[in-house]
């Protein structure tokens, strides 16, 4: 295992096991256990921030420090961690999109992705979505890439083909293809696609709802329909 897939499963699996801590109502007399579940989630923090910067190294130093807590917790006796399968951590999720003007909906989806193992988000070429769209997106794809590659969420970002939608998944083989909510694809007709080009069967979820952010705007085009509003307009001719 490289070392940026041994990075992401430390900083993957610690944010599991505090994700399972926080639900528990835990208290521990002359103990400050909040204290110790707070340095953790700082450390695992850290990692994320090294991880997404490329330094697999010191993300890797972070990611350990909190294990080190969580587990010195639980020998103490004070917490019991549920540590997920490191072959879930492990799985390949495959998830693609336009990903211009990137908002709150984006960072939930990549979110929800990770929980179900490494997240490798293909960002679609500049004319494929002039093609498929009619129009050209508003940020051209490099930058498009750059800003989805630098989300904590994502463990690799890169450019689609511009052949077809099917040479980005053989690039990746993923266990799991996550759909997002208005993607034109129906689940199982798209796992027998793949069966039939590339000889297994993923699984293949969907994101089932946009989430609402700012005002009730719901996609990239919300945004760009109150920028091109009338007041935001006066706003820029100023």
Do not use: N
């Amino acid at each position: 295992m490289e070392l940026k897939e041994r990075v992401w499963v430390y900083i993957a699996g610690a944010k599991r096991a505090l994700e399972g801590l926080e639900k528990e109502d835990i208290r521990v007399s002359g103990f400050d256990v909040d204290a110790l579940l707070d340095a953790a989630k700082r450390y695992v923090g850290d990692a994320e921030y090294y991880y997404a910067r490329g330094d697999y190294a010191t993300a890797l130093a972070a990611a350990s420090y909190a294990e080190g807590l969580i587990d010195a917790l639980k020998y103490l006796g004070v917490v019991e961690p549920r540590w997920p399968e490191r072959r879930l951590l492990e799985r390949r999720v495959f998830l693609g999109g336009t990903f211009d003007l990137l908002h709150p909906g984006h960072i939930e989806l990549f979110r929800a992705a990770s929980t179900l193992g490494k997240p490798y988000v293909v960002v679609a070429r500049d004319s494929t979505v002039k093609r498929i769209k009619g129009k050209e997106p508003v940020l051209p794809e490099e930058a498009r890439l750059a800003v989805v590659g630098s989300i904590r969420y994502v463990y690799e970002a890169f450019l689609g083909s511009e052949k077809s939608f099917m040479e980005s998944v053989a690039r990746v083989k993923p266990d799991i293809i996550f759909l997002g909510p208005d993607q034109p694809f129906e689940e199982d007709r798209l796992a027998a696609e793949v069966e039939k080009e590339l000889g297994y069967r993923p699984e293949v979820v969907r994101f089932e709802e946009k989430r609402v952010f700012a005002g009730g705007m719901r996609s990239s085009s919300d945004i760009l329909r109150k920028v091109c509003s009338g007041s935001y307009c006066r706003l820029l001719d100023k």
